[in-house]
């Protein structure tokens, strides 16, 4: 009976958490109009659990606290510039200081001759498996041919990209080493891996960005106990958490996708860039010289930028990052990114099963959003893509000058076939 206590208190925690988290973003960050009780954010199919979480929103204060029947109650707090944060005690670090961030101004919509597939791109085939798209952005040569939003968003909504998040670290660590702040070849990375005798002072930093550390993580998101539930749900500072698993493979011998990497690198970005420079780091360096006005990057009670899953974007800012990888790093005839840098980061690892993986982008989508299917077979090869949680797409296919982005709340991710999606495009 203790130990079903604790577990009911940890798992209550994550669910509160979760909760809490999501209806702060959604409310304070894209400015959703929502029911805090019965938004399919935090209701709808498998998140029906939820609901038995109780969400308390002070609009005043930007917060939201839910708890699950009082039981490990948790809070998110929103803060200019940066978010909403799951408070802690202390609930946020010092030096971040506040700002506004503005919508990106972009051209008008598509022709009319995409108009039948945008109008499926938006339809429920599956009244068992929704789709849930919110908004659709096309770009081929660096002109906008096609744009469609849901009722309730617009070009102005940001949205979480997830995962998507992690092609953005990807690119940050480019513009550190481009600095000759970090090599990919560094070693010794992290205060906690510098022992003599500790064998993950052996990671380099082409092992992070490859997946391929060897640390131990499990990335399975329907236990709200694994390794990166706790990570985002359960922990202050996410990075040390990650940091702290121990090794099970050597690294670079084995490849395992892991959201854990990432925040370790946000981690590292955040030694390199130093204290007073962080907080408005992506900013600076990325998000301001992109035109990136909507972006804002999420840090944990700790103050590191959770690089695995917490950036939100308009659909047009999305598609902007992905041009700016079209376009080999250079934006507005300056080059932001090392030569070379966006051809490392879509090359293959070669431990990555099937050549899906490259470093911190995927080479090929995954089973769930069509990346087995005959339409993915037909992709130009040399098509990459950012994917994030609930079908988040972000696909750039330099061959044909693409930069395709979709977003949506596909809770069981199947119900968006992205292969099917843009094979239809390319073949119009």
Same mark, same amino acid.
């Given at each position: 009976?203790?130990?079903?206590?604790?577990?009911? &208190?940890?798992?209550?925690?994550?669910?509160?958490?979760?909760?809490? =988290?999501?209806?702060?973003?959604?409310?304070? %960050?894209? *400015?959703?109009? $929502?029911?805090?009780?019965?938004?399919?954010?935090?209701?709808?199919?498998?998140?029906?659990?939820?609901?038995?979480?109780?969400? !308390? %929103?002070?609009?005043?204060?930007?917060?939201?606290?839910?708890? #699950?029947?009082?039981?490990?109650? /948790?809070?998110?707090?929103?803060?200019?510039?940066?978010?909403?944060?799951?408070?802690?005690?202390?609930?946020?670090?010092?030096?971040?200081?506040?700002?506004?961030?503005?919508?990106?101004?972009?051209?008008?919509? +598509?022709?009319?001759?995409?108009?039948?597939?945008?109008?499926?791109?938006?339809?429920?085939?599956?009244?068992?498996?929704?789709?849930?798209?919110?908004?659709?952005?096309?770009?081929?040569?660096?002109?906008?041919?096609?744009?469609?939003?849901?009722?309730? #968003?617009?070009?102005?909504?940001?949205?979480?990209?997830?995962?998507?998040? =992690?092609?953005?670290?990807?690119?940050?660590?480019?513009?550190?080493?481009?600095?000759? =702040? $970090?090599?990919?070849?560094?070693?010794?990375?992290?205060?906690?891996?510098?022992?003599?005798?500790?064998?993950?002072?052996?990671?380099?930093?082409?092992?992070?960005?490859?997946?391929?550390?060897?640390?131990?993580?499990?990335?399975?998101?329907?236990?709200?106990?694994?390794?990166?539930? /706790?990570? $985002? #749900? !359960?922990?202050?500072?996410?990075?040390?958490?990650?940091?702290?698993?121990?090794?099970?493979?050597?690294?670079? !011998?084995?490849?395992?996708?892991? !959201?854990?990497?990432?925040?370790?690198?946000?981690?590292?970005?955040?030694?390199?860039?130093?204290?007073?420079?962080?907080?408005?780091?992506?900013?600076?360096?990325?998000?301001?010289?992109?035109?990136?006005?909507?972006?804002?990057?999420?840090?944990?009670?700790?103050?590191?930028?959770?690089?695995?899953?917490? $950036? #939100?974007?308009?659909?047009?800012?999305?598609?902007?990052?992905?041009?700016?990888?079209?376009?080999?790093?250079?934006?507005?005839? &300056?080059?932001?990114?090392?030569?070379?840098?966006?051809?490392?980061?879509?090359?293959?690892?070669?431990?990555?099963?099937? +050549?899906?993986? +490259?470093?911190?982008?995927?080479?090929k989508l995954s089973k769930e959003l069509g990346g087995e299917t005959p339409a993915a077979a037909r992709l130009p090869a040399d098509a990459f893509h950012a994917l994030g949680h609930e079908g988040q797409c972000?696909?750039?296919?330099?061959?044909?000058?693409?930069?395709?982005?979709?977003? *949506?709340?596909?809770?069981?991710?199947?119900?968006?076939?992205?292969?099917?999606?843009?094979?239809?495009?390319?073949?119009?």
């Amino acid at each position: 009976m203790a130990w079903g206590v604790v577990l009911l &208190r940890r798992v209550a925690a994550v669910g509160a958490a979760y909760k809490a =988290k999501v209806l702060a973003s959604a409310l304070f %960050v894209s *400015g959703i109009a $929502l029911d805090a009780e019965r938004a399919d954010e935090i209701s709808a199919e498998a998140y029906r659990i939820l609901r038995l979480f109780r969400a !308390s %929103v002070d609009r005043a204060q930007k917060t939201v606290t839910v708890s #699950f029947f009082g039981l490990s109650p /948790r809070r998110a707090v929103w803060r200019p510039d940066l978010g909403a944060t799951l408070s802690w005690d202390p609930p946020s670090p010092e030096g971040f200081a506040p700002g506004a961030a503005a919508a990106a101004a972009a051209p008008g919509v +598509g022709p009319e001759k995409l108009a039948e597939l945008l109008d499926s791109a938006f339809t429920e085939p599956d009244p068992r498996r929704l789709r849930r798209t919110r908004a659709i952005v096309v770009l081929q040569d660096g002109r906008l041919l096609a744009e469609r939003y849901a009722p309730g #968003f617009s070009a102005e909504t940001p949205l979480n990209g997830w995962s998507m998040a =992690k092609g953005v670290m990807g690119v940050l660590i480019g513009l550190l080493v481009g600095e000759g =702040k $970090l090599s990919l070849a560094q070693e010794r990375l992290l205060p906690q891996w510098s022992a003599p005798d500790d064998p993950r002072g052996r990671i380099t930093l082409e092992d992070l960005l490859r997946m391929r550390s060897g640390l131990r993580f499990s990335e399975v998101y329907s236990n709200p106990l694994s390794d990166v539930t /706790r990570m $985002l #749900f !359960s922990q202050p500072d996410a990075a040390a958490f990650a940091a702290a698993r121990p090794l099970e493979a050597p690294p670079g !011998s084995r490849w395992q996708y892991s !959201s854990g990497t990432s925040n370790i690198l946000s981690l590292i970005a955040r030694r390199a860039v130093g204290e007073s420079e962080y907080p408005s780091w992506p900013r600076r360096a990325l998000f301001d010289p992109l035109g990136m006005r909507s972006a804002v990057f999420e840090p944990d009670a700790s103050g590191t930028f959770v690089a695995s899953s917490f $950036l #939100f974007a308009t659909a047009r800012d999305w598609a902007r990052l992905g041009l700016f990888l079209l376009q080999d790093g250079v934006w507005e005839g &300056r080059r932001l990114l090392p030569e070379g840098w966006a051809r490392f980061l879509t090359t293959l690892t070669p431990q990555s099963p099937d +050549g899906r993986y +490259g470093a911190h982008w995927w080479l090929k989508l995954s089973k769930e959003l069509g990346g087995e299917t005959p339409a993915a077979a037909r992709l130009p090869a040399d098509a990459f893509h950012a994917l994030g949680h609930e079908g988040q797409c972000l696909s750039v296919i330099p061959s044909r000058g693409l930069v395709v982005v979709r977003l *949506g709340l596909s809770i069981d991710i199947t119900a968006w076939n992205h292969a099917a999606f843009l094979d239809e495009l390319l073949s119009r």
